[in-house]
């Protein structure tokens, strides 16, 4: 199902067969149509690295990999191979299949051997273990199995598995229809644990609890996890530590601390467990503190007060901590010693991942080599690997795809706050359609989602970004206050006061982009997506600055919002409460109190699946503007959760976004 109102369509003229195409074809056909304007390009592939893991000793790096083609119905084989760590050479192509995927990559303890999960499209997951005499499959299962991780005697792995799993894992991917009794029989990922020996398949944590994270002790006998009670979507935001017992299964609870917490971690001597912790509004988007806590229960202990920055992922090294983060425009490598401040070893304005949705980077025990996916707005994702204070890019199979624009860091001073973002400068492809105005050009803002997540570099190399950079736009993606890359303070700063001080931040950036580049202010237009989609509706009942507005997966009116969605655990820090016990506060961030004063067109799409903006959301606002004669559209996407995954509705999205942008800021 879409819902798409009759603005949009007035502003071109359709004859009897496009109407024809609209009916029986779909919207996709119509925007490929309109997309002529927007400058329709060959077709261009880009390589992908979608995983990576990297061995204890820190001479080989397994990856999964593929190709993907610009307008193709899907991306190519996907396919696992073995590395040098140090040359990037393939040693080994482990397995390709073209229907299948791979994830949770994890070589054993001797290097010997790689365990990794295959999951076909009817709903199969298998864990393998590949090595020098072949492949063995240990565990196959109905449902979804993520994240093996060897015990530390090699005898046994242990993985996440969701038997009969009804949805993708995570608040990211569609949720289930909302028919029969709600709440009954949801989702569990749970500890498993395969015996190589025996193949036997072992549930070791309850079937009550959604285990988000684990790591083994190092004497085998337990498994320390994050873990919570009830819908694993919603609850990560209220995760315990736990630590289960391998033989019996008995579980204790070790911390449960007021504040969200990723990747728990096991000291080599198994007397400590570390954390990252802190304000975090989005599952994935991990930034905060690094904590410590005894294994056998006690206090917190923070090693890392008032960083000026946020860890994204930590590994032990001995005695020591290693740990990424980010800073304002720098990735980064800590060093953490016992009783010491973090000491930088390693920084530079890329993005570093280890997988599609999980920022950070792989160590080796003795701490002195690492490895990470590398993207960047001069580089296409590549393998970067070597030692700690000075990796390098290991593999060059995207040297030959450029991106779009030039990216330049700004920051710029607003009430106290030094603020950060990314000011891209338009390549012109041939003539511009966008012709400036006086030697000026338009500018489209992004806000990025969160709030606590960030504008991190990457290669601009398709979709509307791109095309509108050919054009000849400017594209703005400030990091307001909010935001990971400044401390804790700095996200924090918007507790209870929801929207106001980020859009000052924005606005503030957008006067100072203008006193650098040639931006005509009266062409300014702004996109978000799910936080960025609230900002956006947000801004148009603030502001008249913007000319023209596209929110994604928006947020208009947060009481509402409170009892619609799949995670309402993640306000309670952020507005002080839930909405009924903080009503005002929901009340006076929400857009939908202010539609009035709303004068800018907005167009707006949602998945119709979104458990974390349901379209419920957007629909209340278009019903508004609709009502009060604003120019508005509207697209609800079939079967699509919070990020669009199927590849025309991803076409069809950015041939919606070109040619709304192009009708008004032309």
């Known amino acids: 199902m879409k819902i798409v109102t009759d603005a949009f369509f007035a502003a071109k003229k359709f004859t009897r067969e496009s109407a024809r195409r609209i009916r029986y074809r779909g919207w996709l056909p119509l925007m490929l149509c309109l997309a002529g304007a927007a400058g329709a390009a060959e077709p261009a592939s880009i390589h992908r690295f979608d995983e990576i893991a990297l061995s204890r000793q820190g001479d080989q790096v397994a990856s999964v990999e593929g190709s993907e083609v610009v307008g193709a119905n899907s991306p190519g084989p996907a396919r696992i191979l073995v590395r040098s760590a140090k040359a990037g050479t393939a040693v080994r192509v482990v397995e390709e299949c073209a229907a299948c995927s791979y994830g949770g990559l994890a070589f054993s303890p001797a290097g010997d051997q790689l365990a990794y999960v295959r999951s076909d499209r009817n709903g199969h997951a298998s864990l393998i273990v590949s090595g020098s005499s072949g492949q063995t499959a240990l565990a196959n299962m109905d449902g979804l199995a993520a994240a093996p991780k060897w015990a530390p005697d090699a005898k046994s792995i242990a993985l996440l598995v969701t038997l009969g799993a009804r949805k993708g894992s995570g608040p990211l991917e569609a949720g289930v229809p909302l028919v029969g009794e709600i709440g009954e029989n949801e989702d569990r990922q749970r500890i498993a644990i395969v015996s190589l020996q025996t193949h036997d398949l072992k549930l070791l944590s309850p079937p009550d609890l959604f285990v988000f994270d684990y790591d083994w002790l190092p004497d085998d006998s337990g498994i320390v996890a994050s873990a919570a009670e009830g819908n694993g979507d919603d609850n990560w935001y209220i995760a315990k530590l736990l630590m289960f017992n391998v033989a019996s299964g008995a579980s204790t609870v070790i911390a449960a601390p007021r504040m969200q917490i990723s990747f728990p971690r096991i000291s080599p001597d198994g007397k400590e467990v570390a954390f990252i912790g802190g304000l975090m509004s989005d599952y994935g988007c991990v930034g905060g503190e690094i904590y410590t806590v005894p294994t056998a229960g006690g206090e917190l202990k923070n090693l890392t007060p008032a960083f000026d920055g946020s860890f994204t992922g930590i590994t032990w090294a001995g005695k020591s901590l290693l740990a990424t983060a980010v800073r304002r425009d720098q990735s980064l490598v800590s060093r953490i010693e016992p009783g010491q401040r973090p000491r930088d070893v390693w920084s530079g304005p ?260 979104d458990i974390e903006c349901p379209p419920a959301q957007s629909l209340e606002f278009w019903h508004a503007l609709k009502e009060l004669g604003v120019p508005t559209s509207l697209v609800i996407y079939e079967n699509e959760g919070h990020m669009i995954r199927n590849p025309e509705h991803l076409r069809d999205v950015d041939s919606l976004t070109v040619n709304w942008f192009e009708k008004y800021l032309h």
């Open 350 to 609: 890329i993005s570093m991942t280890t997988e599609k949705e999980w920022t950070g980077a792989f160590f080796s025990a003795r701490g002195d080599r690492m490895a990470t996916i590398s993207d960047g707005f001069d580089h296409g994702a590549e393998i970067m690997a070597g030692e700690v204070t000075h990796p390098l890019l290991i593999t060059h199979d995207n040297d030959s795809v450029k991106g779009a624009g030039t990216a330049k860091s700004i920051t710029w001073t607003n009430e106290g706050f030094n603020v950060q973002g990314w000011l891209i400068s338009p390549t012109f492809a041939g003539t511009p359609t966008a012709a400036s105005t006086e030697g000026k050009h338009p500018m489209v803002v992004n806000i990025h989602g969160g709030p606590a997540c960030y504008a991190a570099p990457a290669l601009i190399w398709n979709g509307w970004k791109k095309t509108l950079l050919e054009k000849g736009y400017y594209l703005f993606l400030p990091n307001y206050r909010g935001s990971l890359g400044q401390g804790e303070e700095f996200k924090r700063s918007i507790v209870m006061k929801f929207g106001k001080g980020e859009l000052r931040d924005i606005l503030a950036g957008v006067d100072a982009v203008e006193r650098i580049a040639p931006v005509d202010d009266a062409r300014v237009g702004v996109t978000g997506h799910s936080n960025g989609g609230y900002m956006t509706m947000w801004a148009v009942t603030q502001t008249q600055r913007f000319k023209v507005a596209l929110a994604a997966a928006g947020l208009s009116n947060w009481t509402s919002y409170y009892g619609q969605n799949g995670i309402d655990k993640w306000l309670l820090p952020y507005f002080g409460g839930s909405a009924y016990d903080q009503p005002e506060v929901y009340r006076a961030a929400s857009p939908i109190e202010f539609v009035k004063q709303v004068k800018t067109p907005t167009l707006m799409y949602v998945g119709e699946r």
